[in-house]
């Protein structure tokens, strides 16, 4: 019996957290809170159900992969605009971890929005946030995947100023919207040079005819000038490999949504939405939207070198230099956001090595330590009735065990600790910018990338335990901040109101918190051992390869230009083995000297960081600062909005009203003044006047005819 994808499974996929959004946003207030969780649950757990199904039938019963469309929106010539669906691994897997994680932050936010008064509201959002999603990696054209795109960044924006009423919430969204304005700028212009290129916006026609533009250029100016009829060639003219252009044009889409250096300024800030969306977008949504797009255009990157060294260098620069930031943060949001940074630029550097497989698995194991570690800090943020603060807290692991044991576990995941799922993927892309470093295709870039994640491990273990100790272990600091009249972040609630209460006595989350944890710590320690074998390395029972890796078939490039596949069998014996080497790489020993730096710094000698802090007072300060990125983007362009502002006003007064306006008005009243004596209500003075007119037009009309 063969198995195939039915297309009405598909669109159920789509359409039920879509009917479950429109349910709890326009009837919320007639189905009452229960009704609007209720629904929008159900219709994101059908269609992780139904995901799974799907991703069984192309992995377990040998489907062959789905590629049709279900629907055509217009039509002009030979040009069509559809909705269509493109389901393979790749797709089934991002499908699946998708809805596997925004299902467990649905059933979280019933604990964490409990009292919030946008309940309904908030549900309506994130289940149209997961069907924006699944309409972005279903898709099978550049105009599905362009709607997807924008829908996940309008959502985006809605969630990040959720508590409207709070200003900080209102910048975030705001700055998070334009920034991505401009990575979809560059992203629009590379799919219009997909169309003028090939002619059509379909995957399957784009790919099939990708190797025709290999060596091809296009005249980007040609460094001339002509007046008067005379041409002079200033400079020689400037040419681009069509590839290229098209690729980075894409990949600046990318750098916007998956917050890539300098397009990351938008991501920190997001913390100012509630936890559960933090989770969402960071883990397994619009944060891995650039990444999964890169993949899926891997037959189009693999024709130009030189974006391939773009995206190297732009995911090496992230993993690290955003790293450092995480050291200096005191909010626990913020420390996982900056986190998220870091990987999103491990996953980049894979992109840009061509380890597409190793890129796309650490998306999906990062999926589910991160939003462990996001929950996880939500959890402790409820306990800690809604301090952020880490300086404020210390001693939780006796009040909150679950929220401890499970960050533990994501912590060990994150850093890449052998047998743990973050070290599968994280390991194998150091191993392939190691190879690509070794190889010297990328030239320095790829020197520089290779040291950039493998000194990153540091930064992550430093960082990570920092949070666990400061958070959790030491003095119990919340006694004194509250007599002290500390509160937490902006000292709001859920609600946004303000919270100047008396000391609390820190407690576990309730059982809709606590759950979701359980549920993704296991998959956090577990699916790099079960998947790791098949899915990156593409081995059956005995250990052969006998296929492609299993996301290799998926994104159609060839294995003889994917790294995995040429460090196959040099990496691969086996997931234990694979671990087992891991405690001799020198990512391991770094990642164990951060952890024993911060152990050393936060738990034994809780003094040194004030001493190391004013001893490197220039470098904490430029780490505060972010190296001056807000600045850059949002400074400067204020400043440039002042002096725009300052132009604008001194034109409206001089230009606008000076001469315009008060001008106009000057000219009427001379007029008025004029027509005012003419209209004097003497009868002679309007013959007399009749009389001239007239003479003037005889004198006229003599003169033509003459």
């Known amino acids: 019996m063969e198995f195939a994808i039915s297309k009405s499974v598909l669109l159920a996929v789509v359409l039920a957290p879509l009917l479950g959004a429109i349910l709890a946003g326009l009837f919320g207030r007639r189905i009452g809170r229960v009704g609007a969780h209720s629904v929008t649950i159900l219709g994101v757990a059908t269609s992780f159900a139904l995901s799974a199904y799907v991703l069984w039938q192309l992995v377990g019963q040998g489907a062959a992969p789905f590629n049709e469309n279900v629907y055509t929106w217009f039509q002009v010539g030979s040009f069509d605009a559809h909705v269509g ?22 059933v979280y936010t019933i604990g964490y929005m409990a009292e919030d008064d946008g309940y309904q509201r908030f549900f309506s959002y994130i289940s149209l946030f997961t069907f924006s999603m699944l309409m972005l990696v279903m898709s099978n054209n550049f105009l599905q995947l362009f709607f997807g795109w924008e829908a996940v960044g309008l959502v985006s924006y809605l969630l990040i100023g959720f508590w409207f009423k709070r200003p900080t919430a209102v910048f975030a969204n705001l700055k998070a919207f334009l920034v991505n304005r401009v990575g979809d700028f560059g992203f629009l212009l590379g799919i219009a040079a997909v169309l003028l290129v090939f002619g059509s916006l379909d995957y399957g026609t784009v790919f099939a005819n990708a190797p025709t533009i290999a060596g091809q250029t296009i005249s980007v100016w040609s460094g001339s000038v002509t007046v008067f009829g005379n041409s002079w060639q200033l400079v020689e003219p400037w040419t681009w490999s069509i590839a290229t252009l098209i690729c980075i044009c894409l990949f600046i889409g990318a750098m916007g949504k998956s917050a890539q250096v300098p397009l990351h300024v938008w991501l920190p800030d997001s913390m100012e939405g509630p936890t559960p969306i933090s989770a969402l977008i960071h883990a397994a949504t619009m944060v891995t939207a650039g990444i999964f797009m890169a993949a899926r255009m891997s037959p189009l990157f693999e024709l130009s070198q030189t974006a391939l060294n773009f995206v190297l260098f732009i995911g090496a620069t992230t993993a690290f230099w955003t790293g450092l930031i995480g050291i200096v943060q005191n909010d626990i949001k913020r420390v996982v956001a900056y986190s998220t940074l870091s990987q999103l630029g491990y996953m980049t550097v894979a992109l840009g090595v061509s380890a597409y497989s190793a890129g796309v698995y650490h998306l999906m194991t990062h999926a589910f330590f991160k939003a462990l570690l996001f929950l996880g800090a939500g959890s402790v943020i409820i306990g800690m009735h809604h301090e952020q603060d880490m300086r404020r807290m210390g001693g939780l692991k006796k009040y909150m065990p679950i929220t401890y044991w499970t960050m533990v576990l994501g912590t060990l995941a994150l850093v890449g600790t052998p ?5 599968y993927s994280k390991d194998t892309i150091i191993e392939a910018a190691h190879h690509a470093a070794k190889v010297g295709s990328a030239g320095w870039v790829g020197q520089y990338a290779y040291w950039a994640v493998l000194l ?3 930064v992550t273990a430093f960082y990570s335990f920092r949070l666990l100790y400061l958070t959790f272990h030491g003095k119990e600091r919340f006694r004194d901040a509250h007599a002290d009249g500390h509160h937490g ?25 606590t759950v979701p944890l359980i549920l993704l710590a296991i998959p956090s320690v577990l699916i790099g051992y079960l998947t790791v074998g098949p899915m ?56 164990f000297g951060g952890f024993a730096l911060a152990t050393v710094m936060y738990l034994l000698k ?28 949002i400074d400067g362009f204020a400043g440039g909005g002042v002096a725009l502002g ?19 008005a000057r000219v009427v009243d001379l007029v008025a003044r004029l027509a005012r004596r003419v209209q004097s209500g003497y009868l002679y003075h309007y013959a007399f006047a009749m009389i001239l ?11 033509h005819w003459q």
């Open 85 to 106: 669906f493109m389901v393979d691994k790749l797709t089934a897997m991002m499908m699946v971890v998708v809805t596997f994680v925004s299902l467990l932050v649905h």
């Open 419 to 423: 047998f743990f799922s973050g070290f």
């Open 456 to 458: 990153g491990a540091f």
């Open 489 to 513: 972040h902006d000292a709001h609630d859920a609600h946004g109101h303000d919270d100047h209460h008396g000391p609390h006595e820190p407690h576990e989350s309730p059982w809709v918190v």
């Open 536 to 591: 990156l390395f593409a081995t059956d029972m005995s250990g052969h390869h006998p296929q492609l890796p299993f996301f290799l078939g998926a994104i159609d490039v060839a294995a003889a230009r994917d790294t995995v596949a040429q460090l196959g069998k040099e990496l691969w014996h086996g997931p234990a083995k694979f671990a087992l080497h891991g405690f001799q790489a020198p990512a391991f020993w770094l990642a």
């Open 606 to 633: 809780p003094e040194w960081p004030a001493k190391a802090r004013h001893a490197m007072a220039w470098p904490v300060r430029v780490l505060e600062n972010k190296y001056g990125f807000d600045s850059l983007w």
């Open 646 to 664: 300052k132009a604008s006003r001194l034109f409206d007064a001089r230009v606008i009203d000076g001469l315009i306006v008060n001008g106009s």
């Open 693 to 703: 007119g007239l003479i003037v037009l005889l004198a006229v009309v003599i003169r």
